[in-house]
């Protein structure tokens, strides 16, 4: 499957400018939400140069989904308020935070993944 490639390059040929950001990571932005779980079991890695990769790729496919387009920005109003209200109502996951953090932010998103999941089937 190709998320899990992708998820397996995520740390892979970083930008010099932009080092959050990979080849990989991009693909995954564009695939969006089948590699939201794969994602947050990255986030979980002891390895902080994962987490980072993981959390701007979690991040750009939720910003995606809420209008935003790289190199310009949201294409709505509302946005990234939307945005930055669902990222700080899951714990507001930071990849540089403490363990006990990162845990908690990640059981809050694994719950609301597993709720939309739940929300989506027939």
């Known amino acids: ?5 992708l ?3 995520i740390d892979a040929a970083a ?3 932009h080092v959050d950001r990979t080849p990989a990571a991009n693909e995954l932005v564009t695939i969006g939400r089948p590699a939201l779980p ?3 079991n990255l986030m979980a890695s ?5 987490r980072l990769h993981a959390q701007r790729t979690f991040e750009g496919i939720l910003m995606v989904e809420m209008g ?3 190199g310009r920005g949201f294409s709505t109003p509302d946005g990234e ?3 930055r209200a669902l990222w700080t109502g899951r714990g507001s ?3 540089d935070a403490d363990e006990d953090a990162r845990e908690r932010s990640l059981a809050a998103w694994r719950a609301w993944l597993d709720m939309d999941n739940r929300s989506a089937s027939p």
């Open 15 to 17: 930008d010099e400018l």
């Open 46 to 50: 002891s390895n902080e140069e994962t």
């Open 38 to 40: 794969g994602l947050l």
């Open 1 to 5: 499957m190709r998320v899990a490639e």
């Open 81 to 83: 308020d939307r945005f």
């Open 93 to 95: 996951y930071d990849w």
């Open 68 to 70: 935003f387009v790289p």
């Open 7 to 9: 998820l397996k390059r």
